[in-house]
């Protein structure tokens, strides 16, 4: 491949795809000291599709980590509130928000858990009328994903510093589509394949998904009225985006109580800079009533333990086990790419926009329809090739969803 202008086509479909940057929008950019060529290129397509002003947030792995192993305790209880004034204030003009992922998996392994625990409660406090707009998907907002050293390290262990971080850019092109000779003419084929499957699921109106694998015997109830989505979405002015980049899945929020038996995880989770691995957890009416993890196993209990609303789920997502990024039979140590090669399930908060006309319903309403509530939402990985879904119709019957790991349904 071009490695220059599979670069170029990256930047220009996080522009025109992932985040659909109208003419007068403020973009705001969070990212790390990682990539800078890149984040520069993204900013120049920005105010060449017509940006206004597009500010970028820097970060650096390093300077976080001291700070999770220096700074005192009680500062992680705090979040700067002009920060989420900010960031808020950009959504609810119609403003556009891009985090551009690059962190190291291990970044704060050996920190204590309970510092990242009290920060992102504090973060969920602090940042919970911008989260309104972004889980309703009113604002426009996307996730990407730039090389670090360790990053690509930890991807391909085998090879170190710069012959590492080329190859997970490439990694990352041909999971993005950046290596194709159109790639936004490509990720709109893609985003018409997953509307189709939404459409399909929509029709059905499961009230429940049975979930069978080595490790797993689960049962999940969905919500009466519940919605599919998967690929773009509209934000408040009529405007698409995609806010995942890649993106292979289709989901939807479970009923909070509805969730029985026990999920064993097949991919490494990596939350807030450790990795849990190998883990299951156990599910009666819906909560978490017990967990096990062969590696991070402190942080897995911090992570359940965050609130209530953490003990249940918040989403149910289906990808096939025969699409791009899992047959690049690669663990990226990234939930943005490891999700979209597997089957997965969220703790946490749900989305308001998986009940229909879920997204005017206020918090009282949508947990009286059986969505979660929580400061966070947090996926993890369960598919492989050996996975069974069935799918339970309003009659109690039911029939295959997936077979082997891949779609039991004929697409549409």
């Given at each position: 491949?071009?490695?220059?202008?599979?670069?170029?086509?990256?930047?220009?479909?996080?522009?025109?795809?992932?985040?659909?940057?109208?003419?007068?929008?403020?973009?705001?950019?969070?990212?790390?000291?990682?990539q800078p060529e890149f984040v520069r290129l993204v900013v120049r397509k920005a105010y060449e599709a017509?940006?206004?002003?597009?500010?970028?947030?820097?970060?650096?792995?390093?300077?976080?980590?001291?700070?999770?192993?220096?700074?005192?305790?009680?500062?992680?209880?705090?979040?700067?509130?002009?920060?989420?004034?900010?960031?808020?204030?950009?959504?609810?003009?119609?403003?556009?928000?891009?985090?551009?992922?690059?962190?190291?998996?291990?970044?704060?392994?050996?920190?204590?858990?309970?510092?990242?625990?009290?920060?992102?409660?504090?973060?969920?406090?602090?940042?919970?009328?911008?989260?309104?707009?972004?889980?309703?998907?009113?604002?426009?907002?996307?996730?990407?994903?730039?090389?670090?050293?360790?990053?690509?390290?930890?991807?391909?262990?085998?090879?170190?510093?710069?012959?590492?971080?080329?190859?997970?850019?490439?990694?990352?092109?041909?999971?993005?589509?950046?290596?194709?000779?159109?790639?936004?003419?490509?990720?709109?084929?893609?985003?018409?394949a997953l509307d189709n499957r939404v459409r399909q699921l929509n029709a059905k109106q499961y009230r429940?998904?049975?979930?069978?694998?080595p490790g797993t015997e689960l049962t999940v109830a969905l919500p009466e009225r519940h919605v599919w989505?998967?690929?773009?979405?509209?934000?408040?002015?009529?405007?698409?985006?995609?806010?995942?980049?890649?993106?292979?899945?289709?989901?939807?929020?479970?009923?909070?109580?509805?969730?029985?038996?026990?999920?064993?995880?097949?991919?490494?989770?990596?939350?807030?800079?450790?990795?849990?691995?190998?883990?299951?957890?156990?599910?009666?009416?819906?909560?978490?009533?017990?967990?096990?993890?062969?590696?991070?196993?402190?942080?897995?209990?911090?992570?359940?333990?965050?609130?209530?609303?953490?003990?249940?789920?918040?989403?149910?997502?289906?990808?096939?086990?025969?699409?791009?990024?899992?047959?690049?039979?690669?663990?990226?140590?990234?939930?943005?790419?490891?999700?979209?090669?597997?089957?997965?399930?969220?703790?946490?908060?749900?989305?308001?926009?998986?009940?229909?006309?879920?997204?005017?319903?206020?918090?009282?309403?949508?947990?009286?329809?059986?969505?979660?509530?929580?400061?966070?939402?947090?996926?993890?990985?369960?598919?492989?090739?050996?996975?069974?879904?069935?799918?339970?119709?309003?009659?109690?019957?039911?029939?295959?969803?997936?077979?082997?790991?891949?779609?039991?349904?004929?697409?549409?």
């Amino acid at each position: 491949m071009n490695f220059n202008q599979c670069l170029e086509n990256y930047a220009e479909l996080t522009v025109k795809v992932a985040l659909n940057v109208q003419p007068g929008e403020t973009v705001w950019i969070n990212c790390s000291l990682h990539q800078p060529e890149f984040v520069r290129l993204v900013v120049r397509k920005a105010y060449e599709a017509g940006a206004k002003q597009v500010h970028v947030e820097w970060s650096d792995d390093e300077v976080t980590r001291i700070r999770y192993q220096s700074a005192p305790q009680d500062s992680f209880g705090e979040y700067p509130e002009w920060r989420a004034d900010a960031i808020t204030k950009i959504a609810a003009e119609g403003g556009a928000y891009l985090l551009i992922e690059s962190r190291d998996p291990d970044l704060l392994a050996g920190t204590d858990p309970a510092r990242s625990t009290a920060f992102q409660k504090a973060a969920g406090v602090a940042l919970a009328k911008w989260r309104e707009y972004t889980y309703t998907d009113r604002a426009t907002w996307s996730i990407v994903a730039a090389p670090s050293v360790a990053w690509a390290e930890k991807v391909f262990p085998e090879r170190q510093g710069e012959e590492a971080v080329r190859a997970l850019w490439e990694a990352i092109f041909r999971a993005t589509r950046a290596d194709q000779e159109n790639p936004v003419t490509a990720w709109k084929g893609h985003n018409e394949a997953l509307d189709n499957r939404v459409r399909q699921l929509n029709a059905k109106q499961y009230r429940k998904l049975h979930y069978r694998a080595p490790g797993t015997e689960l049962t999940v109830a969905l919500p009466e009225r519940h919605v599919w989505h998967g690929g773009k979405t509209v934000n408040a002015k009529g405007n698409a985006f995609n806010p995942n980049v890649p993106t292979e899945e289709v989901f939807v929020s479970p009923h909070r109580e509805g969730t029985e038996g026990c999920v064993t995880s097949t991919k490494p989770l990596s939350y807030n800079g450790t990795l849990i691995e190998n883990f299951t957890l156990t599910f009666k009416q819906g909560r978490v009533v017990d967990f096990k993890a062969e590696k991070g196993y402190e942080s897995l209990k911090e992570l359940i333990e965050l609130d209530e609303g953490s003990h249940y789920l918040g989403e149910a997502a289906l990808v096939q086990h025969n699409s791009p990024i899992s047959n690049s039979n690669l663990i990226f140590f990234n939930t943005l790419f490891d999700e979209n090669a597997s089957n997965h399930l969220a703790i946490g908060r749900a989305f308001s926009t998986s009940l229909a006309d879920g997204a005017d319903l206020s918090p009282e309403e949508l947990s009286k329809r059986g969505l979660n509530d929580s400061l966070t939402h947090i996926d993890f990985m369960i598919g492989s090739a050996e996975m069974d879904i069935d799918g339970e119709l309003a009659d109690g019957t039911r029939e295959p969803v997936f077979r082997g790991g891949n779609w039991a349904l004929n697409a549409d």
